[in-house]
């Protein structure tokens, strides 16, 4: 009998994918996962320095803030305050004190009385090598705008520490475009110059040590600024040929021949 063997060829026809090419899909995948891990390694770089950066000076901001609140409330127009400032030298580290108050006049007879006095005083701390900043609010008036808590009268006088660590507080008193280290006068100035910094001191070229100057935060806190400012308006005279274009230099051209080229026949 003979038997008759049918083969059915398939018409799809199944490809996979060779060992070739699935190494260079593999390669190129390990080199994305390469790359995006590469940037975010300095995303988070970046990130963490700038964060830093920041916490560098969120205490030295904290600081000024608080010594600009302490100078606009008490100094305010209207109230008879004084304002002295002392700088000096502490163990080689820049320290200084400022003492803000008010006062009114009360009693029989009237006598002038501190209403409201805040300190901020630095002192030199043996076991840090830095400064230690206290502040004191005393008076009258018990309520502290920067505690959350009134204090009570025997609490006053207390120096409270504020921040430690610091390697340079100065503060200097504003007057005719000139920095004092020292104002003890009856009136305040125009302005409260104050500079802080946590930063280790470095050695100049002349073997001095000291904290750089671009590691220092300074603040200008103005006193009274809602004073009238002096001046004197000087109208500008104008002139019309300020207004005109300015002439042109006249070019130099090279000399020239004063008439024709004249070719001169030599003998023979």
């Known amino acids: 009998m003979l038997s008759i063997k049918l083969h ?3 018409p799809v026809r199944q490809r996979a994918f060779t060992l070739t090419e699935m190494l260079v899909v593999v390669a190129l995948a390990a080199m994305i996962l390469i790359s995006a891990l590469g940037i975010y390694q300095r995303t988070r770089a970046d990130a963490s ?45 820049v320290g ?18 501190i209403y409201e006095r ?3 005083q630095s002192m030199y701390d043996a076991f840090d090598g830095a400064l230690l900043l206290y502040r ?4 009258l008036n018990v309520e502290d705008k920067i505690l959350e808590e009134k204090k009570d009268p025997a609490e006053q006088t207390l120096y409270i520490p504020v921040a430690s660590g610091i390697t340079f507080f100065q503060i200097q008193a504003v007057e005719n475009q000139q920095y004092k280290d020292s104002w003890t006068a009856d009136k305040p100035p125009k302005g409260v110059r104050i ?23 300074y603040r200008t806190a103005a006193i009274d600024r809602t004073r009238v400012i002096q001046y004197t308006f000087k109208p500008r005279v104008l002139d019309v040929n300020d207004f005109l274009p300015e002439p042109t230099p006249p070019t ?13 026949e030599t003998s023979r």
């Open 49 to 93: 320095v700038i964060l830093d950066r920041l916490e560098e000076t969120r205490l030295a901001d904290e600081v000024l803030q608080r010594i600009a609140e302490d100078i606009d409330r008490i100094a305010a127009p209207g109230f008879d305050a004084t304002i002295q400032i002392r700088n000096k030298v502490d163990n080689g580290l």
């Open 96 to 113: 200084a004190q400022l003492t803000v108050e008010n006062k009114y006049f009360g009693g029989q007879p009237p006598q002038p009385r």
């Open 136 to 139: 004191m609010h005393g008076g």
């Open 195 to 217: 500079g802080i910094s946590f930063a280790e001191p470095e050695e100049d070229a002349e073997g001095r040590w000291a904290v750089p100057e671009e590691k220092i935060l």
């Open 118 to 120: 805040v300190i901020w």
């Open 252 to 264: 130099e051209e090279p000399n020239q021949p004063a008439g024709p080229i004249v070719p001169i």
């Open 8 to 10: 059915f060829e398939n």
